[in-house]
């Protein structure tokens, strides 16, 4: 049998894909290198399990801005004028997150019976904002939890209080 590897490149991202003979009848066989889908949480997480955690499914939004980002599954909902609430689903993985210049105060977490990795992000928001990141066989899986800036500090919630709330119910629901 002979194999023969090629590449395609489509909106410049390489694909690979090997072809070959089947070994009975000779047929060629094409099979993809290309990654398995991401796990999407726009359409994975129920609307009752985002009204459970005080956001409206109303308010979903796709990607960032509305707008998809290569490599990531990313859906948010806002929680009325106070904090929003999204999941994220990419193929990397804890350490290169852990790695990344500005993402501090990484510890062990453990939500809904499930070990996770809580950090912050450095900077302004560094006290608005929370992110715990779940291992899963496609990568990671996070949820991010973020106070609007504009409310007076007595009105916030800790929003890693907050995560902790979210993660026992949308937990349960990520891919392992």
């Not at 609007?148 to 800790?158: G, T």
Request: one cysteine or more.
């Amino acid at each position: 049998m002979r194999r023969v590897l090629s590449s395609l490149v489509i909106g410049g991202v390489v694909v690979g894909a090997v072809v070959g003979c089947d070994a009975e009848s000779g047929t060629p066989v094409a099979t993809s290198s290309a990654p398995a889908p991401l796990w999407d949480p726009c359409s994975e997480i129920p609307d009752d399990a985002i009204r459970a955690v005080g956001v409206d499914p109303a308010t979903e939004e796709l990607g960032i801005g509305g707008v998809h980002q290569s490599g990531w599954e990313i859906c948010r909902w806002r929680g009325g004028d106070k904090y929003s609430v999204a999941v994220f689903s990419t193929a990397r993985t804890v350490s290169e997150f852990e790695q990344k210049p500005g993402q501090v105060d990484f510890r062990d977490v453990t939500i809904a019976d499930r070990t996770g990795r809580q950090f912050k992000v450095e900077g302004a928001s560094m006290d608005l904002r929370c992110d715990v990141l779940f291992p899963a066989q496609q990568g990671v899986v996070q949820i991010s939890i973020m106070n609007r800036a504009s409310l007076e500090p007595e009105e916030l919630e800790d929003p890693c209080v907050y995560a902790q709330r979210v993660g026992e119910v949308f937990v349960p629901l990520f891919p392992s």
